[in-house]
């Protein structure tokens, strides 16, 4: 597989009729310095001495990107309330996983949300991979202030076990549902891992004991690209079908408005659309409303011989 043939065929995507004026906004951006930049639960950008002119280019181009699902962020007087608050999922993850000195790879990035939190872990690499113009260009939106050494890809899931090095750990959140085939989903991060190395991965889950998937006919939670919601015991027996050694549950949680919800950084329906309005256990389809699981799923080390 040649990524680079790809990556230029990529990269044309950017001069798309909806993505070009994008494009054109952020290239007329003001070359401003930051007095300094937050990475905590608000991604926040902020400047000693800004023009009202410069507040509004800021705010202006911010608006053009919309939707912005993944935040929040703070840039001067513009703060973007995202559709999901996700420090909720970052703090959930953050006290099982160590960066420092690290190549990371989050798979299905957005717009870097996750990333810019982890540069605070001093890693050694950071990667973004998505396939989506629009949030590569809200990435670049950011990193046009932040100026971090974050490297965004716009290659999917299905390019990692081909990419130019591997990773020690790799984040996929919120991805596997929407692969018809979650098994070749998960042997493509294994081969995108060290001898070693950890996947951190979310993804819908249902309640049973049993080896079982939900297969939705249509639509769930008034997805249309969504394939197989596994039970934690058949969601594990993938992981294993995979080569993952070890799999560890960290946390199952149900998700809530106060985690997502409709924000006027979206202009679409949210969560609270998505629910049955008489039961909230229930999508609007009949079926169980959302719950994730988070796990980590570590790959095996490499066998040493020992020769005399």
Not at 144 to 160: A, M, P, Q, R, T
Not at 236 to 252: D, K, M, Q, S, T
Request: proline content about 5%; some cysteine.
């Amino acid at each position: 597989m040649n990524l680079n043939d790809i990556r230029e065929e990529r990269q044309r995507w950017l001069g798309w009729k909806n993505i070009a004026p994008l494009q054109e906004a952020i290239d007329a951006l003001p070359a401003l310095e930051p007095s300094f930049v937050t990475l905590e639960d608000v991604v926040a950008i902020a400047f000693d001495d800004i023009s009202d002119l410069h507040k509004k280019q800021i705010d202006d181009t911010a608006r053009l990107l919309k939707p912005w699902r993944k935040g929040p962020f703070q840039i001067a007087d513009t703060t973007i309330d995202s559709e999901w608050r996700s420090f909720i999922k970052y703090n959930l993850l953050e006290p099982h996983f160590d960066l420092e000195g690290k190549v990371v790879g989050d798979i299905g990035c957005n717009n870097a949300y996750y990333l810019f939190r982890m540069l605070a872990h001093t890693p050694a690499k950071l990667v973004g991979f998505d396939p989506s113009a629009l949030y590569y260009s809200q990435f670049q939106f950011l990193n046009h202030f932040i100026k971090s050494n974050i490297v965004y890809e716009l290659l999917g899931v299905e390019h990692v076990g081909y990419y130019e090095h591997k990773f020690d750990t790799l984040f996929c959140l919120g991805v596997l549902y929407h692969r018809s085939d979650p098994i070749a989903m998960l042997k493509s991060l294994y081969k995108g891992l060290h001898a070693g190395g950890e996947l951190i991965l979310d993804t819908f889950m249902i309640e049973g004991e049993e080896e079982v998937c939900l297969t939705p006919r249509d639509r769930y939670s008034k997805i249309p690209n969504i394939y197989f919601i596994p039970t934690v015991p058949a969601l594990e027996n993938w992981c294993y079908r995979a080569g993952f050694e070890c799999v560890e549950i960290l946390e199952i949680k149900k998700t809530d408005v106060n985690e997502q919800r409709k924000t006027a950084w979206i202009d679409h329906q949210s969560l609270e659309h998505f629910l049955d309005p008489e039961d909230e256990t229930k999508t609007i389809e009949g079926y169980p409303a959302p719950q994730r699981v988070y796990l980590k799923a570590t790959k095996k080390q490499t066998n040493t011989k020992i020769t005399k």
